[in-house]
């Protein structure tokens, strides 16, 4: 659970290293505004595919080697990122950067595989928003206090050395994770995948199998559009909130950073407890209640970046930044509360392919700051996450039902292959770590 969380936490810090200090490079370089945008659309681009295809290895593979080679591939960039030059090779170093970003796929298929399916919810959402933290911590580390303590106290006043020596820091504690992870870590709570099948105590599984799975599911692109409408915003967020500040309010480097951490700070408690009222609603109306939190979430979160782009003084836009950040992480617990029951035996290439949909949201919507002002750009976000919050009414999940309607009395057809309950599968899945009704699996559930 904690090196899930931390693991992720971590990449999260170098994903966005440079974001608060893009300013800095603009000027360094005589850069445009399309070519910062450029770079920030690549830094999240490099991610999409990768969370693609690490969920499928996930179930075949389990998730401890691949995080810790994640990790480690996105570290050594970071710690490049004082050669940079050129707008295009700042792009391309974002753009490898960026696939530290696919280390949520593991994160959450640990938790997943972990805790039953009354807590998943919950824990789901606490360990990615633990992580998402990393989002908040590299604002303030990065703009406020390594890059003036090294502007003034080591390069005397110098603020291009200053911006070209920070981001070795994320990069070390990207380093020592990476390896820390491989060396201290299992797969589940029972051991390592590769042993366990030497031992036959889990099935064999086919990643393009597993892939076809869950690309053919109709509920996981619903879900897909619904995750990039909140993660997706919250990674635009993440690359637009300090230069925001800074342009619309005329704040310093320092300043902007540290306001614009507060959108992530808001994950030290939102997103787990977007997946926890969802857990409590699964208790009181099953996947309905799911649902109807789901939308709910997404509905106030889309009016909120609509009131956020409408400010006109600092203090009021950042209250509504803070509201506006608990729905949008809300939301993103929300989501990986329904995951798991979509296809419980291919988990994780469920889980990357709705993750992806995060990033692909973050392109589109990069691309709109990109080519549009900033209020121009909020506005239409907003438009859209409020539509993305009517999709919940076409999710039907086998053995659950729907927001409006349950459709397995009108003997509608499904994705699903198995005939099993997903509950049951929710169950085998979670048995590879623990034997239903141990003292140990009560003990998890309860941490």
């Known amino acids: ?160 050395k200053a911006w070209r020596t920070a981001c070795v820091v994320p990069c070390i504690v990207g380093l020592i994770t990476s390896y820390c992870v491989v060396r201290f870590t299992d797969d589940c709570p029972k051991g390592n995948y590769a042993k366990l099948k030497k031992l036959r105590q889990i099935e064999p599984v086919s990643v393009g199998k597993s892939f076809r799975g869950g690309a053919l599911n109709v509920n996981t692109w619903l879900l897909f559009v619904q995750y990039a409408c909140c993660f997706g915003v919250e990674i635009t967020m993440n690359n637009a909130a300090a230069l925001y500040f800074k342009e619309e309010f005329g704040q310093s480097t320092e300043s902007a950073a540290a306001i614009a951490s507060i959108f992530g700070w808001m994950n030290l408690f939102a997103r787990g407890l977007g997946g926890f009222i969802s857990d409590k609603a699964n208790i009181y109306n099953g996947m309905r209640g799911r649902l109807a939190w789901q939308s709910i979430c997404l509905l106030i979160e889309g009016c909120l970046v609509a009131v956020f782009a409408q400010t006109e003084t600092l203090s009021t836009a950042i209250m509504v930044l803070m509201f506006f950040s608990i729905f949008v992480q809300a939301a993103e617990g929300s989501t990986y509360g329904i995951v798991p029951y979509v296809n419980p035996a291919i988990t994780g290439s469920i889980s990357g392919i709705i993750g992806a949909g995060g990033n692909t949201g973050a392109v589109v919507f990069s691309l709109f700051f990109r080519q549009m002002t900033n209020k121009t750009a909020l506005r239409t976000i907003g438009a859209m996450v409020v539509t993305s919050s009517v999709l919940s009414l076409f999710v039907f999940i086998k053995g659950q039902p729907g927001l409006v309607w349950n459709p397995h009395l009108d003997n509608q057809t499904y994705d699903d292959d198995d005939d099993d309950d997903n509950d049951d599968h929710m169950n085998q899945k979670h048995e590879i770590g623990f034997k239903e009704g141990t003292k140990d699996e009560e003990t998890i559930q309860a941490s």
């Open 1 to 160: 659970f904690h090196f899930a969380w931390w693991s992720y936490h971590v990449a999260f810090l170098m994903w966005f290293s440079i974001s608060p200090l893009l300013s800095e490079v603009q000027d360094t370089l005589d850069l445009t505004k399309a070519e910062i945008w450029t770079s920030s659309i690549s830094a999240v681009s490099g991610t999409i595919v990768m969370r693609f295809l690490l969920g499928p290895f996930c179930d075949k593979y389990g998730p401890r080697i691949p995080m810790g080679l994640i990790l480690l591939a996105s570290a050594i960039p970071t710690g490049l990122t004082g050669l940079v030059g050129t707008s295009s090779g700042l792009s391309i170093l974002r753009f490898f950067i960026g696939v530290g970003g696919s280390t949520f796929v593991m994160c959450q298929y640990w938790t997943s595989c972990m805790f039953t399916k009354e807590w998943v919810g919950t824990a789901n959402a606490t360990v990615g928003g633990w992580g998402n933290v990393g989002g908040a911590v590299t604002q303030v580390l990065m703009g406020s206090i390594l890059f003036p303590l090294l502007r003034d106290a080591a390069y005397g006043g110098n603020r291009e």
